[in-house]
């Protein structure tokens, strides 16, 4: 069983608000997410974006809640901007959260990715970083990742859907070619998404669980993601579509993940992230079957 002493549970606000998708959940008020966020059972957050920006005003409205920021999204743009430009917002950010207490910062390369724009996800304009792109990649995620260490925090990554580190071969030169000062944030949901199989998902943390700094606990509706594939959707139209959803709701089987982090002894956060419009999966009521399900399923 997972140590509660060891793991904390937090949820992201992507349910109640999308940062990427303004017009879902424009509705839903920060102080409403994050209470409703501690009235299902989670202690921590990531950052969306009502949230406030001076950290001692997020951080009263959050201790009110008993509630605390654990990671937070950071766009990296190695592969098409100077390299400086990305390093002094990281600083930046990183300052932020070290003030709000997090020990963890998720980073994902947004340099010609396509998560956010009206094209097939599943399709030829995918980003294939050159031999030079990921050169100046894997070198800049590397400054970072020492940059963090520095400070007591870990640089993680975020393999994603729509960029140049989605398949497990990309995660592989990734992992291969950073420092051991370079973490994966492991998501259950981006790796089913983009490969289709249980099977991608349980080697992913297989491989990795010892570079691991931070879980995402995303389901994937396997239906919705023959529809995305079908109708050569985009990723925000997928995720319009239902194609994610919370843990224990979709086709993914968690046992071996939950197996996976108890045996290794991972210490930190697992967090819920469940991209859906909340029109249609209301979210406080979602959270509360995620909950559920890890309760049922780990103990914690």
Known sequence: MLDKNKIKLGIAPIAWTNDDLPELGAENTFEQ?????????????????????????LKKALDLRGMQICNCWFSTFFTTRPEEETIEAFKKQLDFLDQMGAK????????????????????????????????????GMNKLGAIAKEKGMKCGFHHHMGTGVQTPAEIDRFMN??????????????????????EAVDI????????????????VRGEKRQECLAKKMSFLDAVKNGTFTVPGDGNISFDHIFKVLA??????????????DPAKANPLEYAVKAREFIREKTGL
């Open 33 to 57: 997410c994050i209470s409703e966020m501690a009235l299902a059972g989670f202690t921590g957050s990531e950052i969306g974006n009502k949230y406030p920006k001076d950290p001692e005003v």
């Open 104 to 139: 963890v910062i998720g980073c994902s390369e947004q340099g010609s990715s396509i998560q956010g724009k009206a094209v097939p996800i599943f399709g030829d304009q995918k980003p294939v970083f050159t031999d030079e792109e990921w050169n100046k990649f894997l070198t």
């Open 204 to 219: 992913l943390i297989d491989k990795y669980i010892k570079r691991i700094a931070h879980v995402h606990l995303k389901d």
């Open 177 to 198: 070619g950073t420092s051991e000062d370079v973490y994966l944030l492991f998501d259950s949901g981006h790796i089913y998404f983009s490969e289709g199989t249980q």
């Open 263 to 276: 045996e290794n002894d991972y210490t930190g956060w697992m967090l819920v992230e469940a991209e859906q």
